[in-house]
């Protein structure tokens, strides 16, 4: 892990980070960020549900990494394998569009030819 990334990444957004730790406590402050959307709803109105995790790349600088990431292992193996690494959001992993970038990619990168 890269700690001066995350340094940088926490010290940007320490302020968004520890609002969204109180929301994640306090059920009263997240209706109250909700309200701004739907000003009739009630904390009884809210329930609790489980928390979600979305891993998303970092640079060394601590800015989010918007896109894919392409890497290729070393040795003769690893040569012939492509990674694809951080998918922005579930939606991205199952887009038509997305997937031809990704082929694309693969057939520039080992040299295939189309037919």
Known sequence: MEIRGLRKLVMRYWRLGTQEALRSLLLAAQVRQLQRFVPELQPSDV???????????????????????????????????????????PAATSSLAIAEMVADKARDTFGWTTQ
Not at 53 to 82: C, H, K, N, P
Request: proline share 5%; aromatic share 4%.
């Open 47 to 89: 329930t609790r549900g489980p928390t979600g995790v979305r891993a998303q790349a970092m640079d060394t600088d601590g800015r989010l990494i918007e896109d894919f990431v392409f890497a290729q292992g070393e040795g003769e193996m690893g040569r012939r394998i492509l990674h694809v690494r951080n998918a922005p959001s």
